[in-house]
């Protein structure tokens, strides 16, 4: 049984929501006809709600866990106590009903504040591949991107793709490292994707949609349910203590895949800056490999980037 919405009735609109799946089974996506709001908010529970007299609303239903609420569409995120299959239909049927009854999403006078930033650009050793870092924590975990396709969920990545230039994206903690194509030079963007990306955290708007399940251990990444031997083991320690680090200070990442003991070969992810740079074969040869060698003896014999 579900809380009814309380509402004054307005003049009606006729406001239409669509059902749309994300790649995160607890989020649902109510996809509107109408502009719903301006920015982007998140509200983890009803009290970060005031400002927004709909997702206080929503927060009455006993497994809405956060809303969030754009240009365009309202997100639920549930706790595990129901399928989405189960209520998506009435919770849509309200949600229209609350719309089209004139009710306030998100009050004007009540916008987001502006958040102090500072963003700086760096360069990589990858001449294809620029660093923007922000004074302030942006993801929890590495989220890295081929295609707008793969963005859904992240609408900053989602809106830098919309810039022609912009190839592959990866956000980390603090930076944004970009990827572009060569039908530019860095000069003539640097500026443009600087300020761009200084703006969208400023006016605080939301720069993923919820954490996703993107595991920060690179044991966990290919292989979370095996059982790794202890060479495996002692290789995801090192890339974690030693490599990961100082890959990250360039805009990178590394994660770890498997490891062969009869070729002794370990098996390597490269992503953001890291990925397709000209320099990651060195890296791996005088970097990587020869510290795995010198700290696992006899083990190792090679690191290969299945990705590179």
Not at 13 to 36: G, H, M
Not at 85 to 104: P, R, T
Not at 205 to 230: F, G, R
Not at 276 to 301: A, V, W, Y
Request: proline letters at 5%.
């Amino acid at each position: 049984m579900f809380y009814v919405f309380l509402h004054k009735l307005l003049k009606m609109k006729n406001s239409n929501l669509k059902i749309e799946k994300t790649n995160i089974a607890t989020i649902l996506k109510f996809t509107s006809n109408d502009i719903l709001a301006s920015g982007s908010h998140q509200y983890n529970n009803i009290d970060e709600a005031k400002n927004s007299p709909l997702a206080q609303q929503l927060f009455y239903l006993p497994f809405v866990k956060r809303v969030y609420i754009s240009a365009n569409f309202i997100a639920l995120e549930r706790f595990p106590i129901v399928e989405w299959s189960d209520v998506q239909d009435e919770v849509k049927d309200e949600i229209e009903k609350y719309l089209n009854a004139g009710g306030v999403v998100v009050s004007q006078e009540e916008a987001p504040k502006k958040i102090p930033v500072e963003v700086y650009a760096e360069s990589t050793p990858n001449p294809s591949v620029l660093k923007f870092v922000a004074n302030l924590k942006l993801v929890d975990n590495d989220l890295e991107f081929k295609n707008s396709e793969e963005a859904e969920n992240v609408p900053l990545a989602i809106e830098l793709f919309n810039f022609p230039f912009v190839k592959e994206i990866f956000i980390s903690e603090n930076y944004v490292s970009i990827t572009k194509n060569d039908t530019v030079e860095w000069n003539e963007i640097t500026v443009e994707l600087r300020s761009f990306i200084r703006q969208f955290i400023a006016d605080g708007k939301t720069i993923a949609l919820a954490t996703t399940a993107v595991p920060q251990k690179v044991s966990e990444v290919y292989m979370p349910d095996i059982e790794l031997d202890d060479v495996s083991k002692q290789i995801i320690d090192i890339l974690e203590e030693y490599i990961k680090p100082a890959v990250a200070s360039d805009g990178g990442n590394i994660l770890f895949q498997s490891y062969s003991p009869s070729s002794k070969t370990v098996n390597v992810i490269l992503q953001g800056a890291c990925s397709g740079c000209p320099s990651s074969t060195i890296t791996l040869k005088n970097g990587i490999e020869n510290m795995l060698k010198q700290l696992i003896p006899g083990k190792i014999d090679e690191v290969v980037a299945v990705n590179s």
